[in-house]
């Protein structure tokens, strides 16, 4: 069984930081491997809107985030939990997401190279495999799995 990555995409309205530059910004969160409570780290995207407060999280339009163990820019320590026989829990507001936007949690297997935190072509497909938690607006909710076998991921779920 691969682990996954924690990846948060949001589209909740809001305005950019005053300098533009993304810092690392911790989030509490319960971690069954930390055994409790546990600061990660997230940081979005340069120019885009990303707060924290506690265990909440807040983004705006077109940013991303990976959850960290350590507030750091290598893979490494990007949160990796085997979520066989585990849960994951969260609470989300989608009331201003409307239509054509879309708010989502997705497990990655990033590996640095085919799938990793650098920005896509619009057109392209990220070729890791990927399950899609939520991926939802404020009038629709969906799941979906992305396997990847021998180098080629499905393009349907």
Same mark, same amino acid.
């Given at each position: 069984?691969? $682990?996954?990555?924690?990846?948060?995409?949001?589209?909740?309205?809001? &305005?950019?930081?005053? +300098?533009?530059?993304?810092?690392?910004?911790?989030?509490?969160?319960? %971690?069954?491997?930390?055994?409790?409570?546990?600061?990660?780290?997230?940081?979005?995207? +340069?120019? !885009?809107?990303? $707060? &924290?407060?506690?265990?909440?999280?807040?983004?705006? !339009? /077109?940013? @991303?985030?990976?959850? @960290?163990? @350590?507030?750091?820019?290598?893979?490494?320590?990007?949160?990796?939990?085997? *979520?066989?026989?585990? &849960?994951?829990?969260?609470? =989300?507001?989608?009331?201003? =997401?409307?239509?054509? %936007?879309? %708010?989502?949690?997705?497990?990655?297997?990033?590996?640095?190279?085919?799938?990793?935190?650098?920005? $896509?072509?619009?057109?392209? &497909?990220? !070729?890791?495999? @990927?399950?899609?938690?939520?991926?939802? /607006? $404020?009038?629709? *909710?969906?799941?979906?799995?992305?396997?990847?076998?021998?180098?080629?991921?499905?393009?349907?779920?």
């Amino acid at each position: 069984m691969n $682990k996954f990555t924690s990846t948060l995409i949001a589209t909740i309205a809001a &305005t950019a930081a005053a +300098d533009g530059h993304a810092t690392y910004m911790p989030l509490e969160i319960y %971690s069954p491997y930390y055994e409790g409570d546990f600061t990660f780290w997230v940081k979005g995207l +340069d120019n !885009q809107c990303l $707060k &924290t407060e506690g265990s909440t999280l807040n983004m705006a !339009q /077109n940013n @991303r985030t990976w959850i @960290r163990d @350590r507030a750091l820019d290598d893979l490494y320590w990007v949160y990796h939990h085997n *979520f066989l026989g585990g &849960t994951m829990e969260f609470d =989300v507001d989608l009331s201003e =997401v409307d239509c054509a %936007s879309a %708010s989502g949690v997705y497990l990655v297997e990033a590996d640095g190279d085919k799938c990793s935190y650098a920005p $896509k072509e619009g057109d392209s &497909t990220p !070729q890791c495999s @990927r399950i899609e938690i939520m991926e939802a /607006n $404020k009038l629709g *909710f969906n799941v979906a799995s992305f396997p990847c076998l021998f180098e080629q991921c499905e393009p349907n779920s």
